[in-house]
């Protein structure tokens, strides 16, 4: 079963920048689009960004420009580079494929004060 390990949020002000990281073991990482996920409080989890298996990507208007979506097949990492950080950007973030079939992870906090 694949298992998902999401790490590299924290506290940060307006206009900073974070970097996600995914870590999921099991060989099929490679083959699915997987994607990165946010909940704030209150609010239902919402799509981020995805990124298929060889490398195209999507974003949600609300982070275009500022966030950016990699992925290295060869260790089975995803990563998410975030800049320019807005407080409305506050909420776990979790990775999965883009239909969520994988059991969802306990998901890494980010803060952004103003």
């Known amino acids: 079963q694949v298992q998902l390990v999401e790490s590299g949020g924290g506290l940060v002000q307006a206009g900073g920048s974070l970097r996600l990281s995914c870590a999921a073991s099991?060989?099929?990482?490679?083959?699915?689009?997987m994607a990165w996920y946010r909940q704030a409080p209150g609010k239902q989890r919402e799509l981020v960004a995805s990124i298929g298996r060889y490398g195209i990507t999507y974003y949600v208007d609300s982070v275009k420009g500022r966030f950016t979506i990699s992925r290295d097949n060869a260790v089975n990492r995803m990563y998410l580079q975030m800049t320019g950080l807005k407080p409305e950007d506050t909420a776990v973030y979790y990775c999965?494929?883009?239909?969520?079939?994988?059991?969802w992870g306990q998901g890494t906090q980010v803060t952004v004060s103003s």
């Open positions: 099991g060989s099929i990482f490679s083959r699915d689009t």
């Open positions: 999965n494929t883009f239909t969520g079939n994988y059991a």
